[in-house]
């Protein structure tokens, strides 16, 4: 299952970004939504989860208030809108999908618990 991942560019300082993740409806629809982040020369980190229905979501600390994390359950995809961003932010973005119950809550940051994946698309930020 390939999870189609768009929406990252170069922006300046300030500015803002959506990133769009789809994926088939059969999966999209029992599956938990998750964006990770790789920057260069670093390793993989979690920026936000959003559960299935859309109505839990939970985001690591760097972000919060800035980025947003949502589901269109329709049209089978997931966004991240990013404002406010910072030369820090600049990264591949990844999406992925979980299917499995999550019983500990701990594990939503956890790039296991995921099993689906898609590619990176890059984010730059500009100072």
């Known amino acids: 299952v390939q999870l189609q991942a768009s929406g990252g560019g170069l922006v300046q300082a300030g500015g803002s970004l959506r990133l769009s993740c789809t994926l088939p409806g059969r999966i999209f629809s029992r599956a938990a939504m998750g964006w990770f982040r790789q920057a260069p020369g670093k390793e993989r980190e979690f920026v936000a989860q959003?559960?299935?229905?859309?109505?839990?979501?939970y985001y690591t600390d760097s972000v919060k208030g800035r980025f947003t994390i949502s589901r269109d359950n329709g049209q089978n995809t997931a966004y991240l809108e990013m404002n406010n961003l910072k030369p820090e932010d600049t990264a591949d973005y990844f999406c992925a999908a979980a299917t499995t119950i999550l019983t500990d809550n701990r594990r939503r940051v956890d790039e296991g618990y995921y099993g689906y994946w898609g590619q990176g698309t890059q984010v730059t930020v500009s100072s």
């Open positions: 959003i559960g299935r229905s859309g109505s839990m979501t």
